[in-house]
């Protein structure tokens, strides 16, 4: 949108906050500068027409979209809209954007995650605006007392050629708003579209860039508290006891108490996974004072010894897992997966006979790869604001599954889910974490018992040293060759804490005769979660840096040598349960080869790394180019190719992938959590090293794939691919394999030798 | 009580003079604009200009600021026109935008001392800025196109 709507959008936004008096924008009076305690103005009541739950139309012609899915950074707030805004036939210049309230009845599942934002609104969304877009057009038919098949629609406006006449959405607003939503409407051709396939800048993006409020940490409530929990210093630890005198004599704060988050025996769903149970809380005015006010606390804290934990739901139904006390160490973690890898393990498939191929084979190279725990670092670290009232409550916060959370929200307030109201502010990050609610119960935990609104703040040290981090994973592949170095055999087995990154059906699986995949598991009292592309995204780099070794051993180019097994899979699969298309596979690989210059001798000066994946329903492949910068692995440029279907908005698009080649460098080069006696011992960024703007590429060239296929996600696909990539430019730089990351911490202990 | 002079506004404020700016302008000011991120001057989310110097406002003691001139990311400009605002819309950089503000107050510096910057400048002068989403390559073109409106803005 141009500046000039975007003051127009400022003004509306201003006027619905007005209308709020009604309820039904109560979630958004806050971003109007704090207003939620003042008593807003009267307005008409009917200035808005609703028509479904994601389009509102002003008579004067000013649409609202309720952009359905929570925002962090993935820039669903403006692609969604722009799926409904195409149907509608919406002038996209006149729209106004506003994030959704909870209400999984009117605005659908609201989760982000998976990268299944497009994938689950997709169609959904392109229903409301094409039948929002009839409903206005038999207003106007009726209105007009023409046959409604000859009204037409452009840009906001209804038209009758025969007659000449014309009007806007807005003039047949609330008319429409009176017609029963139709069902079952036509769709436009894909080759029509003008909003969606054509890039629209973030329609929060003067928001950002004038520090307007925003996001969860900005949100005020009149009387507002704030909290912090003070957490033991290592995982496997509890708080045994604390002396609060002098902490409670500090100025500003009203309340240090102990609280615990589930009873035993609590059920809990799959996503409240917390890092620990009792938590000891320091209430007071401001976020500084009670920073201050934590400092004087005397506490002792005492191991934890195993403990049970009830799940309910997930994958597994209901489970009871003991986990175990142990204060656990990075190396002796490292120890203990060598240790298991020797063991039997679950077999996840088997095609063909691997045992035997094995014992016939001319060479076999087996590889491990080895990864740490992931902190996510989202730069806005968690919070959460809660005011538990008697009767009922209002949340409000960075939050990715709102419906997740309801539930244990409502078994731990003790409220009805209806008495809930759950607000969604924009996330300074996610990459998954904002997928689990503990935080949230925290604070509503804490809002009831001190009986006062309150937001619940974790510092940065809080946020890292008490995470739900992306496990620890160690995977070894096998391959066995024949004496004309044809591949007979694969074998891949693979572990973790507490989860192997084994994705038994994916590629290559399905291109050879003889496969085996087996997977184990360590419990653990560390907890871990989804990031960014899980399981998939250590699947995807053992995996390709791997294949990239075996190309080289059986002398074959690294994309040829994909390119060869993709054919296989298409032309006579080995099983039937492959979870990839071969065909869409190559034409990323194939891409990504050419716009790469994969051959051109002009090239030549990189160290190139390829690598491809598929997951979470998008194919993406990279290619890297290295060079040594102050004896530092830089990657310098990236060609990236991608298949997500159709592309909503291309720019943004762009700049998802972008953003995952960083990240993915940032994490394959530095990235990593480790543990002394559970103590985690990278505490803040000075000791957590991110990626930086000096480390980040000078050029990133992306492709799609250009089809007509339903649009998927790009918030995870095009991350995975990029370690391995990396890894295998390293190999070109150095003449050395790596086979642990970080790969810069492998690589300069390889140079100190 | 304290008087502080942000973004050309005069506040009086009953703090205590240890506290950090970051604090007093998010939770006493109500400018929540500048970001907490990592309470260590080591992200950059919390830039502010103190005297027209970029400093870490997470770390900067409020009695450092009095009777000095603060201006946050809601001071930069009138109306959003700042060149480095233009050209952060121009370029779509944000992802999340959480960080955005910082490093738009930390390219605000560079850009008046260095009038046409290169790429390896603006390296230098930004690698205090962590941008989780990874959109540096945004933020670099955004300086680079912010210093062409600037010099076309000054003939």
Not at chain 1, 122 to 150: H, Y
Not at chain 1, 326 to 350: M, N, S, W
Not at chain 1, 494 to 518: K, M, Q, S, V, W
Not at chain 2, 48 to 65: P, Q, Y
Request: proline letters at 5%; glycine letters at 8%; hydrophobic letters at 40%.
């Amino acid at each position: 949108m141009e500046n000039i709507e975007n003051k127009q959008s400022r003004r509306t936004f201003m006027k619905s906050s007005t209308v709020a008096g009604g309820g039904l924008f109560l979630s958004f009076t806050w971003l109007s500068g704090f207003v939620t305690a003042v008593p807003v103005g009267e307005a008409p009541s009917g200035d808005w027409y609703e028509l479904t739950g994601y389009i509102k139309i002003t008579p004067d012609n000013i649409i609202k979209l309720i952009n359905p899915n929570p925002e962090f950074g993935q820039n669903v707030m403006t692609s969604l809209p722009m799926i409904v805004a195409e149907e509608l036939d919406a002038d996209w210049q006149k729209v106004v954007v506003e994030m959704g309230p909870h209400d999984n009845v009117k605005l659908g599942p609201q989760f982000t995650g998976g990268s299944n934002s497009m994938r689950m609104y997709w169609r959904p969304l392109r229903e409301a605006g094409a039948a929002a877009r009839q409903m206005l057009k038999e207003a106007a038919a009726q209105t007009w007392g023409v046959p409604v098949d000859e009204v037409t629609t452009k840009a906001s406006m209804l038209l009758h050629e025969k007659s000449g006449r014309s009007g806007t959405y807005g003039q047949f607003s609330s008319k429409a708003a009176t017609i029963p939503v139709p069902k079952g409407m036509k769709l436009k051709e894909v080759k029509s579209f003008n909003v969606v396939r054509n890039s629209k800048k973030n329609v929060e993006g003067e928001k950002i860039i004038s520090g307007k409020p925003l996001f969860g940490l900005d949100y005020k409530y009149e009387g507002m508290l704030i909290a912090m929990i003070e957490h033991p210093p290592a995982f496997g630890m509890k708080l045994k006891d604390f002396d609060a005198t002098e902490t409670l004599k500090m100025p500003g704060i009203k309340d240090v108490f102990r609280q615990t988050l589930y009873e035993d025996g609590f059920e809990q769903g799959g996503f409240d996974t917390r890092s620990f149970n009792e938590l000891l809380v320091v209430v007071g005015k401001t976020t500084w004072e009670v920073m201050n006010a934590r400092k004087k606390l005397k506490v002792t804290w005492e191991p934890i010894g195993d403990t049970l934990k009830n799940t309910m739901g997930g994958r597994n139904g209901k489970t009871e897992i003991t986990v175990p006390g142990e204060l656990e160490t990075t190396t002796k973690q490292l120890e203990k997966f060598k240790e298991y890898a020797a063991k039997p393990a679950q077999q996840l498939r088997r095609d063909g006979d691997p045992e035997t191929a094995f014992k016939n084979a001319a060479q076999v190279i087996e590889r491990t790869y080895n990864a740490p725990f992931l902190a996510h670092n989202c730069m806005e670290p968690m919070n959460f604001f809660a005011h538990v009232m008697d009767d009922k409550a209002i949340v409000a916060g960075p939050l990715q599954a709102p419906g997740w959370s309801e539930p244990t929200l409502a078994k731990l307030i003790n409220l009805p889910a209806d008495k809930i109201e759950i607000q969604m502010t924009r996330m300074g990050g996610g990459f998954g974490l904002r997928a689990y609610g503990h935080y949230i119960y925290e604070a509503a935990l804490i809002s009831k018992r001190i009986k006062a609104p309150v937001k619940l703040v974790y510092t940065r040290e809080d946020d890292m040293t008490y995470g739900i981090y992306r496990p620890t994973y160690t995977t070894t592949y096998r391959a066995a060759l024949d004496a004309n170095k044809n591949l007979i055999a694969l074998h891949v087995k693979g572990g973790g804490i507490p989860e192997h990154a084994i994705h038994a059906n994916r590629f290559p699986a399905g291109t050879i005769d003889n496969y085996l995949a087996e997977g184990w598991r360590i419990p653990s009292n560390i907890t871990t979660g989804a990031f960014r592309a899980p399981g998939s995204n250590f699947a995807a780099a053992s995996e390709q840096m791997f294949l990239d070794e075996l190309a080289e051993a059986m002398g074959k180019d690294p994309i040829d040598f994909r390119l060869e097994l993709l054919k296989r899979a298409k032309e006579n699969p080995v099983g039937r349960n492959n979870e990839y298309n071969a065909d869409r596979y190559m034409s990323v690989l194939q891409l990504v080869k050419e716009k790469s210059g994969w051959n051109n001798s002009e090239n030549k000066k990189y160290s190139r790394g390829v690598a491809a994946y598929f997951c979470h329903n998008s194919y993406v492949a990279h290619v890297v180019d290295m060079v040594m910068r102050d004896g530092q692995p830089y990657v310098e440029r990236v060609t990236s190719a991608a298949d997500c279907g159709i592309v909503i908005n291309p720019d943004a698009a762009i700049n998802m992938i972008e953003g995952a080649v960083v990240d993915g460098i940032g994490n394959a080069f530095y990235g990593g959590l480790t543990m002394v006696n559970g103590e985690v011992q990278q505490k803040n960024f000075h000791q957590y090293r991110m990626i930086r703007i000096n480390e980040a590429p000078k050029k990133i060239d992306v492709h799609f794939v250009q089809n007509e296929i339903d649009p998927t996600g790009l918030g995870e696909p095009p991350f995975p691919p990029v370690f391995g990539s990396v890894a295998s430019a390293m190999y070109k730089l150095t003449g050395k394999r790596f086979y642990n990351f970080p790969l810069i911490k492998e690589f300069n202990s390889l140079n100190k030798a | 009580m304290i008087t502080l002079n942000i973004n050309k506004k005069n506040y009086n404020i009953d703090v205590d003079p240890n506290t950090p700016l970051l604090w007093v302008l998010r939770e006493h000011i109500n400018l929540v604009g500048t970001k907490f991120g990592c309470g260590v001057a080591q992200c950059g989310a919390c830039v502010v200009h103190l005297n027209g110097e970029a400093v870490r406002s997470c770390v900067t003691k409020v009695s450092r600021a009095v009777g000095q001139k603060v201006v946050t990311i809601e001071g930069l400009s009138e109306n959003e026109n700042h060149p480095l605002q233009k050209a952060w819309i121009e370029n779509d950089v944000s992802q999340c935008g959480y960080c955005q503000a910082g490093q738009i107050m930390s390219a605000a510096v560079l850009l008046r001392e260095n009038k046409n910057p290169t790429e390896q400048d603006i390296d230098n002068a930004m690698a205090g800025n962590i941008c989780r989403c990874g959109t540096y390559l945004r933020i670099r073109d955004a300086i680079l196109l912010a210093a062409e409106m600037q010099r076309k803005e000054k003939k």
